[in-house]
């Protein structure tokens, strides 16, 4: 894969090299996986990335949204806008592009309703400098977000960064929980995995332990109000349980430039520009 791009987007590359350095087996990739696996396999014979995942929502009798290319978004249109009055994807030839494409297929109430939510935010207070508060949280989660469903005492050692408590006195509940990667930024940074890679949990109160319908659920709570009081909580997610085989020796969780402690909460930004 070639070096980033100008702000650190990473600069195209051709379409059959895109998905090569995926490694399917990775736990994270579970909820993707019939997804990514099918538009890998158009990619290797050829297709750009806009063209293979448009094949695979045309095959599920979805219309929309269509993915193209990004040569379609028009100069001066804010992308999310332009998602919102067109139902097309502008999607570049990179891993980024990729994964968000899989999140939109895998996800697609979750992520019209997040569409949406910066659509209005763009109509009513236009594009500047700061995004303000509400879309801040939105590309938040979009970009880095993942869902938890666990049993209450794992989501409680969560919230407090109580680390040692969630990852080894709590060990076992991790088989009944499930951890689902939402964020197709993280997904993209989780091809090359490295210990400091943290999601954003949204943490819910009163939440489910265990949701069937994950997108109709998300779509539900995804709300203004939610959204606005950052409920977000930062979880390394190579400490998860089976995820990564190194954190089977529990010193993994000694590292507290990584695992840090519980302080007051800040503004979260994800250090992407607007598109």
Not at 14 to 33: E, M, N, Q
Request: with cysteine.
């Amino acid at each position: 894969m070639k070096p980033p791009g100008p702000h650190g987007r990473t600069a195209p590359e051709p379409s059959a090299h895109v998905a090569s350095a995926i490694d399917w087996s990775r736990p994270w990739l579970a909820p993707v996986l019939a997804e990514g696996q099918a538009a890998a396999a158009a990619l290797q014979g050829g297709q750009p990335v806009c063209e293979a995942l448009d094949a695979l929502q045309a095959r599920r009798g979805a219309p929309r949204p269509r993915f193209v290319p990004q040569e379609r978004l028009p100069a001066g249109e804010a992308y999310e806008a332009f998602i919102f009055r067109t139902a097309q994807v502008p999607t570049r030839e990179n891993l980024h592009d990729f994964f968000n494409g899989l999140v939109w297929l895998h996800y697609p109430q979750a992520k019209r309703r997040l569409n949406a939510l910066q659509a209005g935010a763009i109509a009513a207070q236009g594009i500047g400098a700061v995004r303000g508060p509400l879309r801040d949280a939105v590309t938040v989660f979009d970009e880095n977000g993942a869902v938890l469903f666990a049993p209450r005492e794992l989501r409680e050692a969560l919230a407090a960064r109580a680390w040692r408590r969630l990852f080894t006195d709590l060990r076992p509940l991790w088989r009944q929980a499930r951890l689902e990667i939402f964020g197709h930024a993280l997904l993209e940074q989780l091809v090359r995995p490295r210990k400091p890679l943290t999601a954003h949990v949204l943490l819910v109160q009163d939440a489910p332990e265990s949701v069937a319908d994950v997108d109709g659920w998300l779509a539900s709570v995804l709300q203004p109000g939610l959204l606005e009081s950052k409920p977000f909580t930062p979880l390394p997610v190579l400490g998860v349980p089976g995820w990564w085989a190194e954190n089977e020796n529990f010193s993994f969780y000694d590292d507290s430039s990584v695992f840090r402690s519980a302080r007051p909460a800040s503004q979260y930004t994800t250090g992407v520009p607007p598109r």
